[in-house]
T-cell receptor, first 111, second 116 residues
Framework: SQQGEEDPQALSIQEGENATMNCSYKTSINNLQWYRQNSGRGLVHLILIRSNEREKHSGRLRVTLDTSKKSSSLLITASRAADTASYFCATDEGNTGKLIFGQGTTLQVKP | EPEVTQTPSHQVTQMGQEVILRCVPISNHLYFYWYRQILGQKVEFLVSFYNNEISEKSEIFDDQFSVERPDGSNFTLKIRSTKLEDSAMYFC??????????????FGSGTRLTVV
C-alpha cells in the first residue's frame, strides 16, 4: 500500500456508535496527523501524534500510533451526524514539511 | 481563531491562460505550502516555501508553476499556461515552525480551479 493509506474507504454508522479508521504508512515519520474534510470544503486539522507517542486524546477523538507496524487509528466516540465527513491521515517525515496524505475514509453518521 | 484565507473560492479559466491563486497565511506563520486535490483523489503536495524561497517541490510543480510572496501577507501560486489536468482544488497551508513536531498545519478552504 502507499504512504498514508486508510481503511475502510467508507464507513456508515448510526449516531451514538463509535467509528474507527485505520491508516498505514511506509517510511519513518516525525509525526502523523489526522484531518477532516467536509464535502467540497477545506481540510481541518484534528490531531497530531508524534512518533514517540503511542496514544493521544482530544475530546471525542482518540488516536493511536504503532511505529513498529507503521499504522495509526482514529477513534471517534459517540458519533454525531455532524461528524459526517472524509477523514485523512497525513504523515510528516519532518525534514521537508511535506505532508503525504492517504486516500481518506468517508464516514457517514446516520441520525 | 486565526484562518488561512484563499481567494477566489472558484475560478474558471480557458486552457492556456495564466491563473494566480491567492492566499493570506496566518500572520505569525513562517512556512507556507500549496497542495492540490483532483476530484476524488488524494491531496497532493506541490511546494513548500520558507524565507522567501522554495524549500521543496514535487514532480507536479514543473516550470508552469511558480510561487511568490509579493508582500508581507500574500502568498500566491501562478500557473502560467493552464491545462485541463490542472483542474483541481488548490489548498494553501501555513505552519508556525519546522520541524513540525508539535504543530499541525492550518489549511485554507481552497480554490476550485476549473480549466475548460
Amino acid at each position: 500500500s502507499q504512504q498514508g493509506e486508510e481503511d475502510p474507504q467508507a464507513l456508515s454508522i448510526q449516531e451514538g456508535e463509535n467509528a474507527t479508521m485505520n491508516c498505514s504508512y511506509k517510511t519513518s515519520i516525525n509525526n502523523l496527523q489526522w484531518y477532516r474534510q467536509n464535502s467540497g470544503r477545506g481540510l481541518v486539522h484534528l490531531i497530531l501524534i508524534r512518533s514517540n507517542e503511542r496514544e493521544k486524546h482530544s475530546g471525542r477523538l482518540r488516536v493511536t500510533l504503532d511505529t513498529s507496524k507503521k499504522s495509526s487509528s482514529l477513534l471517534i466516540t459517540a458519533s454525531r451526524a455532524a461528524d459526517t465527513a472524509s477523514y485523512f491521515c497525513a504523515t510528516d517525515e519532518g525534514n521537508t514539511g511535506k505532508l503525504i496524505f492517504g486516500q481518506g475514509t468517508t464516514l457517514q453518521v446516520k441520525p | 481563531e486565526p484562518e488561512v484565507t484563499q481567494t477566489p473560492s472558484h475560478q474558471v479559466t480557458q486552457m492556456g491562460q495564466e491563473v494566480i491563486l491567492r492566499c493570506v497565511p496566518i500572520s505569525n506563520h513562517l512556512y507556507f505550502y500549496w497542495y492540490r486535490q483532483i476530484l476524488g483523489q488524494k491531496v497532493e503536495f506541490l511546494v513548500s516555501f520558507y524565507n522567501n524561497e522554495i524549500s521543496e517541490k514535487s514532480e507536479i510543480f514543473d516550470d508552469q508553476f511558480s510561487v511568490e510572496r509579493p508582500d508581507g501577507s500574500n502568498f500566491t501560486l501562478k500557473i502560467r499556461s493552464t491545462k485541463l489536468e490542472d483542474s483541481a482544488m488548490y489548498f494553501c497551508a501555513s505552519s508556525e515552525r519546522r520541524p513540525i513536531g508539535n504543530y499541525g498545519y492550518t489549511f485554507g478552504s481552497g480554490t476550485r480551479l476549473t480549466v475548460v
